[in-house]
């Protein structure tokens, strides 16, 4: 053979600054049945890599590529081509704002472990999307002209908080009334009712730092101090002027904070006087959610006008079913347990309807649990997490109880999500959106330590299948542009995408005087979905031959490979692509006069569009592997 072989040499290793090597065997173009729009004759188009091994660095740049892993193998979607273009979408997790829908799925979390969530109702408005029959007329059971159970939860949820609310101006109407009686306030003239508000997470913010939240205010004190003022300018109540002369709109929140700190003690909260002010907080865990804090109100009243008295009176119930319940969330190494797999064969054949001879434990290893990334350990400099880079299985257990498993990978750069499967008794839960916002959490921790850690990526977006486009309700995400690997905001590119599946996005993003969006468009994209959860599936099975229909190297009298070849010399010589042979590397160039003029020709075609579609500088560092 002619040419001079290097094995090990310093120019064929990878440029990753972590150690390890990528080597990959080419799979050329596949063509497979369409897991997405699963149309009759739609096919989905990719290139394929085989990976032996991949550091994590390089799998963080073909990501920035548009490519995607399923165990071992790497496919990247031709997006000109494919029934359902796949555009790689991220969202910078530090600048992740969520909408009402991400708050409710929270809420309904923290209700279940703290026990005052009613799982059967809950589950029962998870199956049935119709208003049942014989439901009440009261308030709390408003619903809206959609006539959904979830719109009715919504409003419960809503008028549950008002309710406590008023509740609370209550507590505080009898410490007025308790304050007159004892000559703290004047007896003879008529004090005002109290009003307590809901504060609003964005103002509590502002107001309030450290492991509280404000929930709730009211501004009586002001009220109080200034009808005492009116009533001695007028010459009222004369006898009592000096006494109440001092009686300040702070004095007089004092006085009722000390008389409130009976009902502190019973309802979980907080009370104290600010500036007059008399401000309701409670801890940050409980903010997220009004039934974190528990109240016993009066049923006669919480049933006023009710013509099903018993299902207020349920609602007034203090923590009604009593048991607190421990979430622990588990990240580990990428491993076969025989307990995921379990739950994962449940969630394919219930929430996909997949035969049980499909759900094998070859394929679901080959899926879901084989990885080709050189997994990293933690360093002390702050470069690497705490966890390590890698792949990983993020479990979700209440009591004991395996629910919802991620996988997920970890890179330098982001924590890419891969799939999720869960238990199908949990579905209301929404676990796909809950462990999204997990992720997402756990990168803005993270970030803190590894701050090159800065990104969530969620799979493909795919503007075309309904299924897919929840993704865009994680605000404000990007995508990735297929031809020139530019990151675009949603915001831009979701009107392109009305009109066409495939667009290359940077030519409208660069565009000084873009068109406007629609006004439907330019809200925060709050999309609703099942409370199946189904919602989350983010990749279909992709594996190395089971469901393909077509898996074969291309040569080059196909005519549409002979004209990605002849767009593909842009790319410059293919002499620098690396070439692994024998267990040894060596520069294209080297080795090229060791084949004949046709295989030359062959081998260069296929490096030549090999280099396009992994692009220049990672063909330079990747072992294209010829054997």
């Known amino acids: 053979m002619a040419g001079k072989i290097r094995k090990n040499d310093a120019g064929s290793s990878s440029s990753s600054t972590i150690g390890g090597e990528t080597v990959v065997v080419d799979c050329g173009r596949r063509r497979s049945s369409c897991g997405y729009c699963r149309s009759s004759g739609n096919t989905s188009i990719s290139h394929g890599l085989w990976a032996r091994s991949i550091t994590v660095d390089d799998y963080q740049d073909l990501l920035d590529r548009g490519w995607r892993r399923s165990g071992c193998f790497l496919y990247k979607p031709e997006m000109e081509r494919t029934c359902c273009p796949s555009y790689t979408i991220r ?8 909408v009402k829908e991400h708050l409710r799925v929270f809420r309904k979390m923290q209700r279940f472990l703290d026990g005052t969530l009613d799982v059967k109702k809950t589950m029962e408005a998870v ?25 009715s939860a919504a409003n419960i949820e809503k008028n549950m908080a008002e309710r406590f609310a008023d509740s609370l101006s209550d507590q505080v109407d009898a410490v007025i009334r308790t304050c007159a009686e004892s000559g703290e306030f004047p007896r003879s003239i008529q004090l005002p009712k109290a009003s307590v508000k809901k504060v609003s997470q964005a103002k509590s ?56 700190n009976q009902f502190s003690e019973s309802s979980g909260l907080t009370i104290r006087a600010c500036n007059g002010h008399i401000n309701f907080y409670a801890s940050k865990a409980q903010a997220f959610s009004t039934e974190g804090v528990h109240v016993v109100t009066d049923s006669k009243e ?21 048991k607190r319940r421990k979430l622990e969330i588990h990240l580990k190494r990428s491993s076969f347990d025989p307990e995921e797999f379990e739950l994962y064969r449940r969630y394919q054949m219930k929430v996909h309807n997949d035969a049980p001879d499909h759900v094998t434990e070859s394929a679901y290893r080959r899926f879901l649990v084989d990885t080709p990334l050189v997994s990293v350990p933690p360093s002390g400099d702050g470069s690497v997490p705490s966890c390590g880079f890698g792949s990983f299985h993020q479990q979700y257990v209440i009591d004991g109880q395996l629910v919802a498993v991620g996988v997920v990978d970890i890179l330098p750069k982001c924590l890419s999500s891969k799939y999720l499967f869960w238990d199908p008794d949990f579905a209301f839960l929404s676990l796909g959106k809950y462990s999204a916002l997990q992720e997402i959490s756990w990168v803005k921790d993270n970030q803190v330590y590894c701050p090159s850690l800065q990104y969530y990526y969620l799979g493909y977006y795919i503007h075309s299948c309904s299924k897919m486009r929840y993704k865009a309700a994680y605000h404000p995400s990007e995508l990735l542009c297929p031809l020139r690997y530019q990151w675009v905001s949603f915001d831009v590119a979701r009107p392109l995408l009305d009109r066409k599946p495939y667009v290359i996005l940077s030519d409208y993003s660069l565009l000084q005087d873009a068109e406007p969006l629609p006004p439907h468009a330019s809200e925060k994209a709050e999309v609703q979905h099942d409370d199946s959860g189904d919602e989350y599936s983010n990749d279909v099975l992709m594996d190395d031959g089971e469901e393909m229909i077509e898996s074969e190297y291309q040569n080059s009298d196909d005519e549409s490979d002979s004209e990605m070849s002849s767009q593909t ?8 692509v690396l070439i692994g042979l024998k267990k040894s590397q060596v520069r294209y160039e080297d080795l090229q006069r060791a084949f004949g003029p046709s295989e030359r020709s062959y081998l260069e075609t296929q490096l030549h569009i090999y280099k396009r579609v992994v692009g220049a500088e990672l063909a330079k560092r990747i072992v294209y592997s010829l054997g």
Request: net charge negative.
């Open 302 to 322: 919480s049933a006023a006008g009710c013509k099903r008295k018993a299902c207020c009176k349920r609602m007034s119930v203090k923590n009604p079913l009593g």
């Open 205 to 260: 913010k502002l107001l309030v730092e450290g492991a509280e939240c404000l929930l709730y205010s009211s501004n009586i004190a002001f009220q109080i101090a200034a009808t005492i003022r009116r009533t001695e300018s007028a010459g009222e109540d004369a006898p009592h002027s000096a006494k109440y002369d001092m009686l300040s709109p702070q004095v007089v929140a004092e006085k009722l904070t000390a008389s409130l």
């Open 127 to 151: 199956e049935d999307t119709n208003v049942s029959k014989d439901m009440c007329n009261c308030a709390c059971h408003e619903v809206s002209g959609s006539g959904t159970k979830e719109t």
């Open 569 to 576: 010399l842009e790319d410059g010589d293919v002499g620098d």
């Open 91 to 98: 969202l910078r997790a530090g600048d992740f704002h969520p």
